[in-house]
């Protein structure tokens, strides 16, 4: 699932479905895009989430919302030199410690990934190879 309508999230969407995951986009801001759920849904133990904005005000309530849920896998995107923004919207809502450490910052493979397509398909990488119990990259053993 991508949360936000960005063009790493169209990227997700297209390439996560050719992929095998069940999409489904996020966007609380009815006026970004028309068709997509405004509020997270029921998630289980198999859903990825993926955010792709964390300029975001909803960025909180978002990955809350998430976090109360048994979602296998959360992630923000964003630059792992700077502390996320999540972590403060998070506490301010009163997010526990423990369930703010769920949270995936970066995400995907480092492959030096730059436009939306590549962080996607990076992003995509990281997924399956969690799922597989795999680190990624090119070590195979």
Known sequence: MAVFATPVADFLLRYGADAGFRTLLVEPDEKRVADALTAMPELDDTA???????H???L?????DALAQPARW???MGNPKHTGPHVAAL???????????????????????????EIAIATLAGLL???NGRAGGFEFG
């Open 48 to 54: 990825d989430v993926v955010v792709t904005d964390h």
């Open 56 to 58: 975001r005000d909803e």
């Open 60 to 64: 909180g309530v978002v990955l809350r």
């Open 74 to 76: 959360v992630g923000v």
């Open 91 to 117: 506490q301010a809502l009163g997010v526990s410690d423990e369930d703010i450490a769920r949270v995936h910052r970066p995400i995907g493979l480092n492959i030096g990934s730059r436009t939306p397509p």
């Open 129 to 131: 190879a969690d799922r």
